[in-house]
């Protein structure tokens, strides 16, 4: 089992390796859900820890429905990310019905990045409490849609199970 911690300080890092984490995924603002973190804070945390850090990329809180322009930053935050040498790029985005806009993320991912990337945060995150609301079966849906696509691996934290 992988123990991966989610991060927002350099303290919480330090003390996720302290705590035997296996990575961690580094966040901005974790009390609205996570945002793209700061360059200045992932190189500091690189300095003080030696486990891979798994880098957001969420250029807004709320939903992840991404306009063209909010896209744009996505690129350019996979790009100065992956230069700084992030071991991961953790991302999703959604279309306005709820699937996996696996164009966009293909565009980010694949053409711009170069860095192997884990489609997290699906509607709902852990708790699956908004999935449940938002559409009935959601994980089941999702999952279905990517493996028909003839992707082959994807690494969301679901825990709790298909919402619905």
């Not at 961690?24 to 486990?51: F, H, M, N, Q």
């Not at 709320?62 to 063209?68: A, Q």
């Not at 997290?120 to 999702?142: A, D, E």
Request: hydrophobic share 40%; with cysteine.
């Amino acid at each position: 089992m992988i123990l991966e911690v989610c991060v927002d300080s350099v303290e919480s890092a330090v003390n996720a390796k302290l705590g035997d984490a296996d990575r961690i995924e580094l966040c901005g603002d974790l009390v609205v859900g996570g945002i793209t973190p700061s360059l200045a804070l992932y190189e500091r945390i690189r300095e003080k820890i030696d486990i891979p850090i798994h880098v957001l990329l969420r250029p807004r809180f709320g939903d992840f429905l991404y306009s063209e322009e909010e896209l744009e930053v996505l690129i350019r935050q996979a790009k100065m990310f992956a230069e700084a040498g992030a071991d991961n790029l953790v991302i999703g985005c959604l279309t306005t019905d709820g699937r996996l806009d696996l164009e966009a993320m293909k565009k980010i991912i694949y053409d711009i990045s170069g860095v192997e990337t884990n489609l997290i945060r699906f509607p709902g995150g852990s708790s699956n409490t908004v999935s449940k609301s938002y559409c009935l079966g959601i994980m089941s849906t999702l999952s279905k849609m990517v493996r028909e696509r003839g992707y082959q691996y994807f690494d969301w934290n679901v825990t709790s199970g298909d919402a619905g």
